[in-house]
């Protein structure tokens, strides 16, 4: 079964930033489209960004887009998701995924068969 690894997540306080990172010992994460998304307490998981690693290019959903920036490292086989000027409502587990399904609906959760984990981002004074 291929598990995904998400890394970086933390506290931080507002205005602050974040490199989050995703890697698989047992898929190529940068073979294709990678999701990320993020789920707060109480809340549906939501994309936040997917990332075209074959162009390079990401493509951030309005609620984040100017902060939030996809990037790739091939010969390390990971994924990056850079968060800058975090605020409060940034708060939440974040996960990353692959495999995209459904090419039409690149942030959706259900368009993506594999998922990690997911990392902790909290962002409080």
Not at 16 to 42: D, E, H, I, N, Y
Not at 44 to 62: I, K
Request: proline residues 5%; positive net charge; aromatic residues 10%.
């Amino acid at each position: 079964q291929v598990q995904l690894v998400e890394s970086g997540g933390g506290s931080v306080q507002p205005g602050g930033s974040l490199k989050l990172s995703c890697t698989s010992s047992q898929f190529r994460v940068t073979s294709g489209p990678m999701g990320w998304f993020r789920q707060a307490p109480g809340k549906e998981r939501e994309g936040v960004l997917w990332h075209n690693t074959r162009s390079g290019t990401s493509f951030a959903t309005d609620s984040v887009k100017g902060r939030f920036t996809g990037s790739q490292d091939s010969a390390a086989n990971a994924v990056h998701l850079l968060i800058r000027d975090l605020k409060p409502e940034d708060s939440g587990v974040y996960y990353c995924a692959a495999d995209l399904r459904y090419s039409t609906m690149p942030h959706s959760p259900l368009s993506y068969r594999y998922w990690g984990q997911g990392t902790q981002v909290t962002v409080s004074d």
